[in-house]
């Protein structure tokens, strides 16, 4: 068996551009697992192995690798920056112990940070951070250290210092040893030597330094307490476990920093993932739920000798077959085993199982509690799905996904290709959860929904390179909905008589706008027996139904409350199937009375642009019909946070480069849906009635 204290799942995560996948890079380095180190912008990183990664520079799959350090084996995922792709910082924090937030020391707090750092919250992930690009203009550790402690409402720890700063960044001072690990520039990161701390650093250095051992001595009560009255300080073996302690319960989080690209710093880091975070057994045990997703009240105890439970996260489809990302929670799981899925119901072989190294796969016959393997040809596994021991079974907390914003229509372009399409986008859909495909039953056109124009983008990308399949590709088309405005009481009867035994069905109901978020919601108030308590389920589904399609122009409606008040049956013609029907009738009858209106997705926008352009942009924003939230200076420019209407934002990448000559920067995700203006919905109303007379 092997030790559970000596694993870290670990993921590294951070804004786009902040140097996540090179500090991979150079973990991978350090721990022997790859000789050559493979750069992100000569396109050759390890982890960024899909073409369309290595041609834009970006992350988009999270890559899984495992490599070994001072004893330790790390699980290591590589997540995505992209706010188009927070889905896969979502998943891998779900099954990973501890993490790794790499932040840029120029750009300091950006965007996507936040984004992550409020999944890792929700999660409850221990984490490092480090300060990366040290060596940048403008690279500023302090500053970077205040950003987190005011934008994030975190609390770093500092254990190193920098020494000199952009071109003169040299190397780092480790504040518990008060040693100084100077690299030189050779590119080598075992080229550095450990000196003392330089003459003009070392007031500063105890300053830091008391303040390190403070915070972590708080940890414990009789050392805090000998600290201050007596002044001794502990062994650094204490300290390190008050500094694990305080991590772990998430009340500090150690602050490193260098320069990963330089190769400088990068061994602190890993010492410090070994030193302060987690092991599976030190995290708290996932909670098991029935089918109905309520928590039993067990849990997947850490332990190889307990049932199996084990929690698919991540599908990937490669030139050797499918491959479903495994986090094992409890249990020891070997080659043959017969699993069940506890979603489906239906049991599963284990064939292969492989530790993954970015695309390289070693083959392995037996994993454990605390692993995170990929399994080969899984049939009927989707992410979020839990694999149980057959005689033991329970089920896993699932992830909950978000719901697309976009979606754009897609055709092939012959008959050859079509066939080739389904295939490939059932794939696709699979691998990744916030990516929905559906057919337009009017058009038969297939339209896909996606997170935000760069997520479809690189899907039709996709498609075209990995899957060979050429499409034609729509307008960008806004997921609008549509909901009501008054409370508006009703009545319907529906009665049919033709030979025979008729249908009857009389329902007097109220209609009201339900709380935003709410959706539909039905209840039913009636007395005496005048709707019989057997068919109260057939007008739920009736008006249930009917909500996919709104009286506007056809949009799923959303937050309507139906109250069942009264009615009337017949003892021999009222059945089941009468009163879904009245109740559909009664749905088309009342909506165009109850004030119907058109609602429109509206995102949280954060612009960076340099200070000489805030006018502009905000200008342009205010044209888009955007409110601007609040305008924050920083070093090297202003950030703009704004809710913004999503169908006035397609395109606004190339609007915002032209107006900033190619400096600004934006993110954008969902927020909430809200009114459209008259104007537009008379708009959108018009453009989806003509849509559809095209599609005849």
Same mark, same amino acid.
């Given at each position: 068996?092997?030790?559970?204290?000596?694993? $870290?799942?670990?993921?590294?995560?951070?804004?786009?551009?902040?140097?996540?996948?090179?500090?991979?890079?150079?973990?991978?380095?350090?721990?022997?697992?790859?000789?050559?180190?493979?750069?992100?912008?000569?396109?050759?990183?390890?982890?960024?192995?899909?073409?369309?990664?290595?041609?834009?520079?970006?992350?988009?799959?999270?890559?899984?690798?495992?490599?070994?350090?001072?004893?330790?084996?790390?699980?290591?995922?590589?997540?995505?920056?992209?706010?188009?792709?927070?889905?896969?910082?979502?998943?891998?924090?779900?099954?990973?112990?501890?993490?790794?937030?790499?932040?840029?020391?120029?750009?300091?707090?950006?965007?996507?940070?936040?984004?992550?750092?409020?999944?890792?919250?929700?999660?409850?992930?221990?984490?490092?951070?480090?300060?990366?690009?040290?060596?940048?203009?403008?690279?500023?550790?302090?500053?970077?250290?205040?950003?987190?402690?005011?934008?994030?409402?975190?609390?770093?720890?500092?254990?190193?210092?920098?020494?000199?700063?952009?071109?003169?960044?040299?190397?780092?001072?480790?504040?518990?040893?008060?040693?100084?690990?100077?690299?030189?520039?050779?590119?080598?990161?075992?080229?550095?030597?450990?000196?003392?701390?330089?003459?003009?650093?070392?007031?500063?250095?105890?300053?830091?330094?008391?303040?390190?051992? @403070?915070?972590?001595?708080?940890?414990?009560?009789?050392?805090? &307490?000998?600290?201050?009255?007596?002044?001794?300080?502990?062994?650094?073996?204490?300290?390190?476990?008050?500094?694990?302690?305080?991590?772990?319960?998430?009340?500090?989080?150690?602050?490193?920093?260098?320069?990963?690209?330089?190769?400088?710093?990068?061994?602190?880091?890993?010492?410090?993932?070994?030193?302060?975070?987690?092991?599976?057994?030190?995290?708290?045990?996932?909670?098991?739920?029935?089918?109905?997703?309520?928590?039993?009240?067990?849990?997947?105890?850490?332990?190889?000798?307990?049932?199996?439970?084990?929690?698919?996260?991540?599908?990937?489809?490669?030139?050797?077959?499918?491959?479903?990302?495994?986090?094992?929670?409890?249990?020891?799981?070997?080659?043959?085993?017969?699993?069940?899925?506890?979603?489906?119901?239906?049991?599963?072989?284990?064939?292969?199982?492989?530790?993954?190294? /970015?695309?390289? $796969?070693? &083959?392995?016959?037996?994993?454990?509690?605390?692993?995170?393997?990929?399994?080969?040809?899984?049939?009927?596994?989707?992410?979020?799905?839990?694999?149980?021991?057959?005689?033991?079974?329970?089920?896993?907390?699932?992830?909950?996904?978000?719901?697309?914003?976009?979606?754009?229509?897609?055709?092939?372009?012959?008959? /050859?290709?079509? @066939?080739?399409?389904?295939?490939?986008?059932?794939?696709?859909?699979? &691998?990744?959860?916030?990516?929905?495909?559906?057919?337009? @039953?009017?058009?038969?056109?297939?339209?896909?929904?996606?997170?935000?124009?760069?997520?479809?983008?690189?899907?039709?990308?996709?498609?075209?390179?990995?899957?060979?399949? @050429?499409?034609?590709?729509?307008?960008?088309?806004?997921?609008?909905?549509?909901?009501?405005?008054?409370?508006?009481?009703?009545?319907?009867?529906?009665?049919?008589?033709?030979?025979?035994?008729?249908?009857?069905?009389?329902?007097?109901?109220?209609?009201?706008?339900?709380?935003?978020?709410?959706?539909?919601?039905?209840?039913?108030?009636?007395?005496?027996?005048?709707?019989?308590?057997?068919?109260?389920?057939?007008?739920?589904?009736?008006?249930?139904?009917?909500?996919?399609?709104?009286?506007?122009?056809?949009?799923?409606?959303?937050?309507?409350?139906?109250?069942?008040?009264?009615?009337?049956?017949?003892?021999?013609?009222?059945?089941?199937?009468?009163?879904?029907?009245?109740?559909?009738?009664?749905?088309?009858?009342?909506?165009?009375?109850?004030?119907?209106?058109?609602?429109?997705?509206?995102?949280?926008?954060?612009?960076?642009?340099?200070?000489?352009?805030?006018?502009?942009?905000?200008?342009?924003?205010?044209?888009?019909?955007?409110?601007?939230?609040?305008?924050?200076?920083?070093?090297?420019?202003?950030?703009?946070?704004?809710?913004?209407?999503?169908?006035?934002?397609?395109?606004?990448?190339?609007?915002? $480069?032209?107006?900033?000559?190619? $400096?600004?920067?934006?993110?954008?995700?969902?927020?909430?849906?809200?009114?459209?203006?008259?104007?537009?919905?008379?708009?959108?109303?018009?453009?989806?009635?003509?849509?559809?007379?095209?599609?005849?």
């Amino acid at each position: 068996m092997t030790d559970l204290s000596k694993y $870290r799942n670990i993921g590294i995560f951070a804004h786009v551009d902040a140097g996540k996948t090179t500090t991979t890079e150079r973990i991978l380095k350090l721990t022997g697992k790859i000789h050559k180190i493979g750069e992100v912008h000569d396109g050759a990183a390890t982890t960024d192995f899909m073409e369309q990664e290595a041609e834009r520079g970006i992350t988009i799959q999270s890559a899984a690798t495992t490599a070994f350090w001072k004893d330790h084996r790390l699980n290591i995922i590589d997540t995505p920056g992209h706010v188009d792709f927070t889905i896969e910082v979502y998943r891998s924090l779900k099954v990973l112990d501890g993490g790794v937030g790499v932040f840029c020391a120029s750009g300091g707090v950006e965007p996507q940070s936040e984004t992550n750092w409020r999944y890792a919250n929700e999660s409850g992930v221990a984490r490092v951070i480090f300060v990366n690009k040290l060596d940048r203009m403008g690279g500023d550790f302090y500053r970077v250290v205040d950003q987190v402690r005011n934008v994030l409402a975190a609390n770093p720890l500092i254990m190193v210092l920098p020494i000199g700063i952009e071109d003169d960044f040299t190397g780092v001072v480790d504040l518990l040893t008060r040693k100084a690990w100077v690299w030189d520039n050779s590119g080598d990161p075992m080229n550095y030597t450990i000196e003392d701390v330089p003459a003009d650093m070392v007031d500063q250095v105890e300053e830091y330094r008391e303040q390190l051992i @403070e915070t972590a001595l708080e940890q414990d009560d009789d050392l805090f &307490e000998a600290y201050l009255e007596e002044g001794t300080e502990p062994p650094l073996e204490e300290i390190k476990r008050c500094i694990r302690k305080g991590t772990i319960a998430l009340d500090f989080f150690p602050t490193l920093c260098g320069s990963a690209f330089k190769n400088k710093g990068v061994q602190l880091v890993l010492d410090a993932v070994v030193d302060y975070l987690p092991n599976p057994m030190e995290v708290k045990p996932q909670p098991e739920v029935d089918l109905e997703g309520v928590e039993t009240g067990e849990f997947a105890i850490v332990d190889p000798a307990k049932p199996l439970r084990a929690l698919a996260f991540k599908i990937m489809d490669d030139r050797f077959g499918a491959l479903t990302f495994t986090r094992i929670y409890s249990g020891t799981l070997k080659k043959g085993d017969t699993l069940l899925n506890t979603f489906t119901g239906k049991t599963e072989r284990i064939g292969r199982m492989v530790e993954m190294h /970015a695309d390289e $796969r070693n &083959e392995i016959h037996t994993a454990q509690a605390g692993d995170i393997i990929a399994l080969v040809g899984l049939k009927n596994v989707q992410t979020g799905h839990t694999l149980a021991d057959v005689n033991n079974p329970a089920t896993l907390e699932p992830m909950v996904f978000p719901d697309p914003v976009i979606s754009i229509a897609i055709s092939p372009s012959d008959k /050859a290709a079509a @066939e080739k399409m389904g295939i490939a986008l059932n794939k696709m859909m699979q &691998e990744d959860p916030s990516f929905r495909v559906e057919t337009d @039953e009017d058009s038969g056109e297939t339209i896909i929904k996606g997170m935000g124009e760069l997520h479809l983008d690189i899907k039709v990308d996709i498609l075209r390179r990995t899957h060979g399949v @050429e499409v034609k590709v729509g307008k960008p088309q806004v997921a609008y909905r549509e909901s009501i405005t008054q409370v508006t009481e009703d009545s319907y009867t529906h009665k049919k008589q033709s030979g025979g035994s008729g249908q009857f069905g009389k329902i007097d109901y109220i209609m009201e706008p339900n709380e935003t978020g709410a959706g539909f919601e039905f209840e039913s108030k009636v007395t005496g027996g005048n709707v019989p308590r057997e068919f109260w389920p057939a007008v739920e589904k009736g008006f249930k139904m009917s909500m996919d399609a709104g009286v506007l122009a056809g949009f799923p409606v959303v937050d309507v409350k139906v109250t069942l008040m009264d009615g009337g049956f017949h003892a021999v013609d009222s059945s089941a199937i009468a009163f879904e029907i009245a109740a559909k009738g009664g749905y088309r009858q009342t909506m165009n009375k109850a004030g119907p209106q058109m609602l429109e997705p509206i995102m949280r926008v954060d612009v960076f642009t340099p200070e000489d352009h805030v006018g502009d942009v905000i200008g342009d924003l205010n044209r888009r019909r955007s409110m601007i939230k609040s305008q924050e200076a920083g070093p090297t420019g202003v950030r703009i946070k704004a809710d913004a209407p999503l169908s006035e934002m397609f395109g606004y990448i190339g609007d915002l $480069r032209t107006m900033t000559s190619g $400096r600004g920067q934006f993110s954008m995700e969902f927020d909430h849906y809200a009114a459209c203006p008259k104007n537009v919905a008379e708009e959108v109303i018009k453009e989806t009635i003509e849509r559809k007379k095209e599609q005849g």
